[in-house]
């Protein structure tokens, strides 16, 4: 048997705080979900994205400590449908109080390329192909 992709999962020091960023990228994660410990939505394509609050990962693993930099829990990247919505997108999180790690601009590998921090700084790219040049 050949393993399969079935899961990303996100480590949260705040479930609420995080959950409220992954909605805001337009993620389907229900209402009141906050108060569990442990959180599943479906993506297409099938696979899951999973949240566990640092408690539920200490209580099954007691030599867990929590990465420095935060960026070493996990890094997304959501595909926007053009470079417009990659510059709204990054500037509606920014100004609703997220970090911008790298503003938009145009990437060399001929996309529309930002990111911004989650509550626990795990990177999220935003991206879209640019149009062709002329």
Known sequence: ????LDAI????SDLAASLAFYRRLG????????????VEVALPG???????????IASFDPDW????????????AFVCDGPREVDAL???????????????????????YAVVLDPDGCGVSLFAALPAAK
Do not use: C, N
Not at 46 to 56: A, P
Not at 90 to 112: F, M, N, T
């Open 1 to 4: 048997m050949t393993p399969r």
């Open 9 to 12: 999962s996100i480590i949260t």
């Open 27 to 38: 993620l389907d994660i229900p209402d009141g979900a906050e108060s569990a410990p442990h």
């Open 46 to 56: 099938g696979q899951r994205l999973l949240w566990d609050t640092e408690e539920v």
């Open 65 to 76: 400590e929590r990465p420095a930099g935060g960026g070493e829990r996990v890094a997304l």
């Open 90 to 112: 990054y500037a509606e999180l920014v100004d609703a109080g997220y970090s911008g790690q790298l503003k938009p601009w145009d990437a060399e590998w001929g996309q529309r």
